[in-house]
């Protein structure tokens, strides 16, 4: 048996490797363009059951040749991170939506299991928290770039939907909620592994608006197994998930837990949206998820809360501080 994860040299996608050669004996085939990706999320790897592609999603021909050797599909690789969408607007757009497609069409040949990564950017700016699946979503225009992400990852899901409807394909997908965890980088506007790294070199954590906007933060090895599991279930099949922790923190209470538990003498200094962006940039104040259905349909949750999270981060951090 042989599984494609795309983007499987990024942070979830790795660890989703790690998990899948743990639990289970399958062949795993990453299609990946290293453009945020990295090799050294995949160094540890030691294992001739891993085979890595180095190639474009938005190759057709390539993707369909993999899907045709593949039983199942996670597809993960998309252009991430709200700093590298509002600078690379279109290479973005082209990414999340023509790869996608790809996947999905080469999918549908065989109705092979199709796991499509979503985002909590869906719900755009909407205020009803906790956001549950079948919520409203609510954009601001389509000149702040910033929104082109979640019509995108929305886009994917109708694609996703409509082919299981009109093609047979069993596709799940999943909308993340903030996946944290060790190999993150803060390169692209991550907050956790920006303020870790402040914080262990004694620079301000700098946050960006006043920082009461709340978030939840969602271990990567609770996301990796869930959406393992979700696509082994049958009755996830055709549905959207929330995968996400419940139990949001606001973004000054995270800059101060990661000072705390860094033992780090850093202050906090608050960066206009606009400073850190441009000016139409637009910032949801609040984002949790309503986990329900989740729970109904698999029987569990998320478990690691956020001081597990930041230990394991902080963990690693001083680990590859050490090793440089
Ligand atoms: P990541 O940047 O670490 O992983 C994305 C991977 O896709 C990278 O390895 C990158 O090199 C690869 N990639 C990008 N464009 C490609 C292309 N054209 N062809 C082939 N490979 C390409 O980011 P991540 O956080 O691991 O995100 C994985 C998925 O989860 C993405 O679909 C993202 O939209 C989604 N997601 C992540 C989060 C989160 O909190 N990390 C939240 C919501 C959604």
Known sequence: MTVLVTGGAGFIGSHLVDHLLTETD???TILDNFS??????LSHLETDRVDTVDGDIRDASLVADLIADADTVYHLAAAVGVKRIVENPLDSLRTNLEGTKNVLEAAAQDATPTFIASSSEVYGKSEAIPFAEDDDRVYGSTASPRWGYATAKAADEFLAVGFQKEHGLPVVVGRYFNIVGPRQTGQYGM???TFVKQ????????????GTQIRSFTHVADAVSITHELLSTPAAHGEVFNIGAPGPTSINNLAKRVIELTDSDSAITHIPFEEAYDEDFEEPDAREPDISKLRATIGREPEADL????RDVIANRTDRV???
Not at 36 to 41: F, I, L, Y
Not at 199 to 210: F, I, K, M, P, R
Not at 307 to 310: E, F, K, N, Q
């Open 307 to 310: 001081d597990r999270i930041l």
């Open 322 to 324: 050490s090793i440089e």
């Open 191 to 193: 907050v956790i592994p």
């Open 36 to 41: 945020t990706g990295s090799d050294s999320n």
């Open 26 to 28: 399958e062949n795993i």
């Open 199 to 210: 914080a262990l070199a004694g620079d301000d954590l700098t946050v960006y608006g006043d």
